[in-house]
DNA sequence: CGCCTTTGACCGGCGC
DNA sequence: GCGCCGGTCAAAGGCG
């Protein structure tokens, strides 16, 4: 494992598994590329000490300020008196070292094998010094993550709040001003009426209004709506909704209301723009999934019906139009079409989340487009400060290798996708960089996938990116967590020590987030693979929904 | 018989 | 205003 880590390292300049040697994170993520670029060279060119003096500055102000015993050639050799804290660390220096100098240990007339022995002990104690370090920082760094994570959401609902309450003031006061001669006890009740019930109404109110008459149907209405908007986001139990949809039929189903992204900008023509236009980023964002396979569709563990199949343009193959029926009601909806580049690869979109209970073989998929989805909602309210925080995220992450993340304003919808494509284990995905357009504002951040896990590409036309962008490092970092827990033995290029302790913090920050994604990338893969012959995809699970056709294959 | 797919029509957004 | 295009609807037919 920690061998395994050194060798990584070795071979790269990009990665950045400074595993010996810290910065200090940035939210658990090593956002510093030039000090990842350092580290490499520091830690396996070994003859090479001029990064110390590019780390000198910034870096050995850090080791010492976070108790990090690092201590260089001169003064391992020089100061015998060393404090135990950093006799460890003196060792592994100097192994580093006489690795690349060959000189020291043997020519001092010392046994090799005690030496070695001394080393290997060395490693071990330091190893151990650095997990518990990391453990602690990864803990902090938990906290903080949660910490900020809370105050934004906060902050979120708290602006919405505001101004859901500065619109009904000024929708009071026009109200008053036309009909102010009427009844003025009406108004005084409309008052009230604003005041308490109609700020959740708004929530629900995103579709079209003024066609309801009954109060009660309204009521009965506002309530369903408003708790299926106020929980967007996570799977929610919402069985009455179904069954009273299942009696109201399709025209007045939520679904009906939540699923219209072609007329999201006709309501935003009303008075309601903020929260409005974060709905129509809800209900757009999509959750997209590439993946070979023969059969017609992937499987996900839900029940779909094809409701549409139409001919894209620039595509020879159909895209087909699916709706989930495991609830009445339920407003997911994905669309699958094949690549017209690749027939092989499958491009699944998934849009809303579902509104039901869910099986565990529909878990999986569903956790992981729920969480990627809600990534994207997360980054969907404005930000002040949004260009520098972008700009600084994606100098952080432009130098990565191979395994990368993008972040595209291209598209037309923000969206996440899996890229599950990737044939080759240590592959460098020349398909995935001719995805990339250089054109467009796309920034790229390190995945540490490798192998068959997927490349997570992240692309976000919306022009809201530094929260997002946190969400995806954020989600990212238990990507990185799922890969380094199951692959120890592997070696990583692009597997860095701030990916680690990411994924540590990830790990254990949100273990059933973890647990679920890693299911769902492993059923995802499995069913997957290239060599698994055809429909590798369809789960021995329960659900029908294989049988639709692409008369393009 | 109920559920599903198929498929042409329809609708709204968008660009010219 | 017109046409293109993506997305959805809904009638018709198939299937178990």
Redesign the pocket.
């Known amino acids: 494992m920690d061998k395994g880590w050194g060798l990584t390292l070795e071979n790269s300049s990009s990665d950045k598994v400074g595993f010996f040697k810290i910065n200090k994170p940035v939210f658990g993520f090593n956002l510093s590329p030039r000090l990842n670029h350092i580290n490499a060279g520091e830690m396996f060119s070994c003859s090479e000490y001029p990064a110390d003096e590019k780390r000198g500055m910034v870096n050995e102000v850090d080791f010492f300020s976070e108790k990090k015993p690092i201590v260089n050639k001169e003064n391992s050799q020089g100061d015998n008196s060393m404090r135990t804290e950093f006799v460890v660390n003196t060792g592994l220096q100097l192994v580093t070292a006489n690795a690349g100098s060959d000189q020291s240990t043997v020519d001092d007339g010392i046994s090799s094998e005690f030496l070695e022995d001394k080393r290997a002990k060395n490693e071990l104690a330091q190893l151990q010094v650095e997990l518990e370090r990391m453990n602690a920082e990864n803990q902090c760094l938990k906290g903080m993550l949660t910490q900020v994570s809370n105050s934004y959401s906060a902050l979120q609902m708290h602006l919405v709040t505001l101004m859901q309450q500065q619109q009904q003031q000024l929708i009071s006061r026009t109200e008053n001003s036309h009909a102010h001669e009427v009844v003025e006890a009406k108004s005084e009740e409309k008052k009230q009426e604003n005041n308490g019930t109609i700020v959740p109404r708004q929530f629900m109110e995103l579709g079209p209004s003024g066609t309801k008459a009954d109060p009660m149907d309204e009521l009965s209405h506002s309530h369903s709506s408003s708790e299926e908007r106020t929980l967007s986001g996570s799977p929610r139990n919402n069985m009455e909704l179904a069954s009273r949809d299942k009696a109201i039929g ?2 007045e189903s939520p ?2 209301e939540s ?8 309501l935003m023509n009303s008075s309601k723009p903020v929260e409005q236009s974060i709905e129509a980023t809800m209900r757009k964002a999509r959750v997209s999934v590439r993946a070979r396979s023969e059969a017609p569709m992937i499987s996900d563990g839900c ?13 020879p193959c159909p ?5 989930c ?1 495991m609830a009445v009601g339920c407003p997911v ?1 994905k ?1 699958v079409q094949r690549c017209a580049e690749d027939r092989t690869i499958l491009i699944t979109t998934y ?1 809303g989340t579902h509104n039901h209970p869910l099986p565990p073989a529909a878990m999986t998929m569903a956790s992981t487009t729920s969480a990627a989805a809600n990534m994207l909602l997360s980054g969907s309210m404005p930000s002040a400060d949004g260009m520098m925080n972008t700009n600084f995220l994606a100098r952080a992450m432009l130098p990565c290798s191979s395994n990368m993340a993008t972040i595209s304003a291209s598209a ?2 923000p969206t996440v996708t899996l890229d599950l494509t990737a044939q080759n284990p240590n592959a460098t995905l020349p398909n995935y960089h001719q995805r990339i357009n250089p054109a467009s504002n796309q920034f790229q951040f390190p995945l540490p996938a490798g192998l068959n896990y997927p490349n997570f590409v992240a692309s976000m036309s919306s022009p809201q990116m530094p929260q997002f962008l946190g969400q995806a490092l954020y989600n990212q970092s238990k990507f990185s967590g799922l890969q380094v827990s199951q692959d120890n033995n592997i070696h990583h290029p692009s597997l860095s020590h701030d990916t680690l302790s990411a994924a540590t913090a990830a790990i254990t920050a949100d273990p059933n987030f973890t647990a679920a994604l890693a299911a769902a990338i492993s059923s995802i893969i499995g069913g997957s693979h290239p060599n698994n012959g055809n429909n590798s995809t369809s789960a021995p699970s329960s659900n ?2 294989n ?3 692409f ?1 393009g294959n």
Not at 259 to 266: E, G, I, L, T
Not at 307 to 313: L, P
Not at 319 to 323: P, T, V
């Open positions: 399709r025209e679904e009906s699923w219209a992204p072609n007329k999201a900008p006709k029940q779909w019906r094809k409701y549409g199949q139409k001919m894209a343009k620039g595509n895209r087909a139009y699916y709706r029926t909806r669309q849009e037309p919808f029908n929904n049988t639709s056709s008369q």
